[in-house]
Protein backbone atom coordinates (compact mmCIF):
# COMPACT_ATOMS: atom_id res chain seq x y z
CA UNK A 1 0.00 0.00 0.00
CA UNK A 2 1.36 3.59 -1.05
CA UNK A 3 1.24 5.82 2.07
CA UNK A 4 -0.48 8.53 1.57
CA UNK A 5 1.22 12.37 2.03
CA UNK A 6 -0.68 14.70 0.08
CA UNK A 7 -1.96 17.82 1.73
CA UNK A 8 -5.38 19.95 0.70
CA UNK A 9 -4.35 23.66 0.62
CA UNK A 10 -7.50 25.82 0.51
CA UNK A 11 -7.84 29.27 -0.14
CA UNK A 12 -11.01 30.85 0.49
CA UNK A 13 -13.49 34.11 -1.20
CA UNK A 14 -11.03 36.98 -2.47
CA UNK A 15 -7.94 35.21 -2.00
CA UNK A 16 -8.03 35.35 -5.89
CA UNK A 17 -7.53 39.20 -5.01
CA UNK A 18 -3.70 38.88 -3.43
CA UNK A 19 -1.20 40.85 -4.79
CA UNK A 20 -3.55 43.72 -6.88
CA UNK A 21 -5.44 45.36 -4.19
CA UNK A 22 -4.60 46.57 -0.36
CA UNK A 23 -0.85 45.58 -0.24
CA UNK A 24 -1.10 47.40 3.17
CA UNK A 25 -3.03 44.51 4.70
CA UNK A 26 -1.96 41.63 2.39
CA UNK A 27 1.05 42.27 1.00
CA UNK A 28 2.05 42.15 -2.94
CA UNK A 29 2.41 38.49 -3.05
CA UNK A 30 -0.15 36.66 -5.35
CA UNK A 31 -1.56 33.45 -4.54
CA UNK A 32 0.55 31.66 -7.05
CA UNK A 33 3.29 33.04 -4.91
CA UNK A 34 1.16 31.60 -1.72
CA UNK A 35 0.25 28.23 -3.14
CA UNK A 36 4.69 28.17 -4.66
CA UNK A 37 5.30 28.70 -1.22
CA UNK A 38 2.77 26.28 0.13
CA UNK A 39 4.15 23.23 -2.33
CA UNK A 40 7.71 24.16 -1.69
CA UNK A 41 7.24 23.83 2.23
CA UNK A 42 5.49 20.81 1.81
CA UNK A 43 8.02 19.27 -0.72
CA UNK A 44 10.68 19.86 1.56
CA UNK A 45 9.24 17.31 4.69
CA UNK A 46 8.22 14.92 1.92
CA UNK A 47 4.22 16.08 1.08
CA UNK A 48 3.01 16.77 -2.55
CA UNK A 49 -0.25 19.45 -2.34
CA UNK A 50 -3.24 20.08 -4.07
CA UNK A 51 -3.92 23.33 -4.17
CA UNK A 52 -7.85 25.36 -4.67
CA UNK A 53 -9.29 28.41 -4.56
CA UNK A 54 -12.81 29.48 -4.89
CA UNK A 55 -15.62 32.08 -3.79
CA UNK A 56 -17.91 29.59 -3.31
CA UNK A 57 -18.36 28.13 -0.14
CA UNK A 58 -19.95 25.01 -1.50
CA UNK A 59 -17.38 24.17 -3.87
CA UNK A 60 -14.92 24.01 -0.50
CA UNK A 61 -16.93 22.05 1.07
CA UNK A 62 -17.12 19.95 -1.37
CA UNK A 63 -13.53 20.05 -1.77
CA UNK A 64 -12.83 19.43 1.94
CA UNK A 65 -15.06 16.35 1.66
CA UNK A 66 -13.11 15.01 -1.42
CA UNK A 67 -9.96 14.92 0.87
CA UNK A 68 -10.70 12.26 2.57
CA UNK A 69 -10.27 9.89 -0.47
CA UNK A 70 -6.25 10.93 -0.74
CA UNK A 71 -5.31 13.62 1.77
CA UNK A 72 -3.78 13.71 5.46
CA UNK A 73 -4.85 16.80 6.02
CA UNK A 74 -6.14 20.45 5.25
CA UNK A 75 -4.11 24.38 5.04
CA UNK A 76 -6.70 26.74 5.21
CA UNK A 77 -7.24 30.15 4.70
CA UNK A 78 -11.17 30.18 4.55
CA UNK A 79 -11.01 34.31 3.75
CA UNK A 80 -13.86 36.36 5.51
CA UNK A 81 -15.64 32.60 6.24
CA UNK A 82 -13.59 32.35 8.87
CA UNK A 83 -15.42 34.59 11.15
CA UNK A 84 -19.28 33.33 8.79
CA UNK A 85 -19.50 29.46 8.19
CA UNK A 86 -20.55 26.63 10.56
CA UNK A 87 -20.67 24.52 7.58
CA UNK A 88 -17.25 25.06 6.88
CA UNK A 89 -16.68 24.37 10.33
CA UNK A 90 -18.26 21.11 10.18
CA UNK A 91 -16.80 20.11 6.87
CA UNK A 92 -13.87 20.35 8.64
CA UNK A 93 -14.24 18.72 11.49
CA UNK A 94 -16.81 16.37 9.63
CA UNK A 95 -13.56 14.88 7.45
CA UNK A 96 -11.56 13.94 11.02
CA UNK A 97 -8.30 15.75 8.90
CA UNK A 98 -6.20 17.68 10.94
CA UNK A 99 -6.10 21.21 9.61
CA UNK A 100 -4.47 24.33 9.84
CA UNK A 101 -5.80 27.69 9.98
CA UNK A 102 -3.99 30.23 8.36
CA UNK A 103 -4.50 34.17 7.86
CA UNK A 104 -2.22 36.71 6.07
CA UNK A 105 -3.11 39.40 8.58
CA UNK A 106 -2.67 39.98 11.98
CA UNK A 107 -6.79 39.62 12.35
CA UNK A 108 -6.57 40.46 16.13
CA UNK A 109 -4.98 43.85 15.13
CA UNK A 110 -7.82 44.86 13.05
CA UNK A 111 -11.95 45.47 12.82
CA UNK A 112 -13.58 43.43 15.74
CA UNK A 113 -15.68 41.22 13.42
CA UNK A 114 -12.33 39.70 12.49
CA UNK A 115 -11.61 38.33 15.67
CA UNK A 116 -13.88 35.77 16.07
CA UNK A 117 -13.07 32.52 13.97
CA UNK A 118 -15.67 29.48 14.19
CA UNK A 119 -12.38 26.98 13.68
CA UNK A 120 -10.18 28.72 16.31
CA UNK A 121 -10.55 25.45 18.86
CA UNK A 122 -11.10 23.18 16.27
CA UNK A 123 -8.00 23.97 14.08
CA UNK A 124 -4.73 21.48 14.95
CA UNK A 125 -2.47 24.98 14.04
CA UNK A 126 -3.43 28.60 13.55
CA UNK A 127 -0.97 30.87 11.88
CA UNK A 128 -1.60 34.76 11.66
CA UNK A 129 0.02 37.63 10.66
CA UNK A 130 3.10 36.47 9.26
CA UNK A 131 2.30 37.26 5.80
CA UNK A 132 1.90 34.90 2.85
CA UNK A 133 5.38 33.23 4.14
CA UNK A 134 2.46 31.97 7.06
CA UNK A 135 2.00 29.27 4.62
CA UNK A 136 5.19 28.04 4.71
CA UNK A 137 4.87 27.98 8.66
CA UNK A 138 1.21 25.91 8.81
CA UNK A 139 2.97 23.01 6.17
CA UNK A 140 5.55 22.68 8.89
CA UNK A 141 3.84 22.93 11.50
CA UNK A 142 0.81 21.12 10.49
CA UNK A 143 3.02 17.97 8.79
CA UNK A 144 5.01 17.63 12.24
CA UNK A 145 1.82 16.68 13.66
CA UNK A 146 1.04 13.94 10.84
CA UNK A 147 2.72 10.70 11.69
O1 LIG B 1 -5.73 37.70 6.67
C1 LIG B 1 -6.30 36.80 6.03
O2 LIG B 1 -5.67 35.95 5.41
C2 LIG B 1 -7.82 36.78 5.94
O3 LIG B 1 -8.25 35.42 6.04
C3 LIG B 1 -8.18 37.35 4.58
C4 LIG B 1 -9.68 37.55 4.37
C5 LIG B 1 -10.31 38.29 5.54
O4 LIG B 1 -11.74 38.34 5.37
C6 LIG B 1 -9.98 37.65 6.86
O5 LIG B 1 -10.55 38.42 7.89
C7 LIG B 1 -8.48 37.56 7.06
C8 LIG B 1 -9.97 38.33 3.10
C9 LIG B 1 -9.36 37.78 1.88
C10 LIG B 1 -9.46 38.83 0.81
O6 LIG B 1 -8.19 39.00 0.26
C11 LIG B 1 -7.95 40.11 -0.50
C12 LIG B 1 -6.68 40.24 -0.98
C13 LIG B 1 -6.37 41.34 -1.71
C14 LIG B 1 -7.32 42.30 -2.00
C15 LIG B 1 -8.59 42.17 -1.52
C16 LIG B 1 -8.91 41.06 -0.77
Given at each position: ??T??R?L ?15 E??G ?13 A ?6 D ?23 V ?6 G ?11 AL????L ?11 A???FR ?14 G ?18
Amino acid sequence: MVTKRRLLLVNGPNLNLLGTREPEVYGTATLADAERIAVEAAASVGFDVRAIQSNHEGVLIDAIHAAREDCVGVVINPGGLTHTSVSLRDALTGVSLPFAEVHISDVHAREEFRHFSYLEDVAAVRVIGEGVQGYATAVRRLTALIP
